[in-house]
Nanobody, 118 residues
Framework: QVQLIESGGGLVQAGGSLRLSCAAS????????MAWYRQAPGRTRDFVAL???????NYAKSVKGRFTISRDNAKNTVYLQMNSLKSEDTAVYYC????????????WGQGTQVTVSS
């Protein structure tokens, strides 16, 4: 059974930084596509970043150049370093794994709240 546990969210001022963590169990993070999504109040859950087993990354345009996805294979943990945060980055951030052949993720964490004050 796949379990993803996010941490690291909180309240930060605009321009600040946060690092989110996603500790995985039941799945090997460096053998799977791992991703971050976010959902702001009243909006859909949107893609933020992903990393494939080979280490290739992809980012949403809105975060490219400010956010960095990485992983620690020894800890089976994926990170999202968020710099130059903006108020529009306020959302619940979710870790995702277990992607099927149609690109849909089957396993999700419980989410961690990020609030950026302006």
């Amino acid at each position: 059974q796949v379990q993803l546990i996010e941490s690291g969210g909180g309240l930060v001022q605009a321009g600040g930084s946060l690092r989110l963590s996603c500790a995985a169990s039941g799945i090997i993070s460096d053998r799977n596509v791992m991703a971050w999504y976010r959902q702001a109040p009243g909006r859909t859950r949107d893609f933020v970043a992903l990393m494939n087993p080979g280490g290739k990354t992809n980012y949403a345009k809105s975060v490219k150049g400010r956010f960095t996805i990485s992983r620690d294979n020894a800890k089976n943990t994926v990170y999202l370093q968020m710099n130059s945060l903006k108020s529009e980055d306020t959302a619940v951030y979710y870790c995702a794994a277990d992607r099927d052949n149609h690109g849909r993720f089957g396993s999700w964490g419980q989410g961690t709240q990020v609030t950026v004050s302006s």
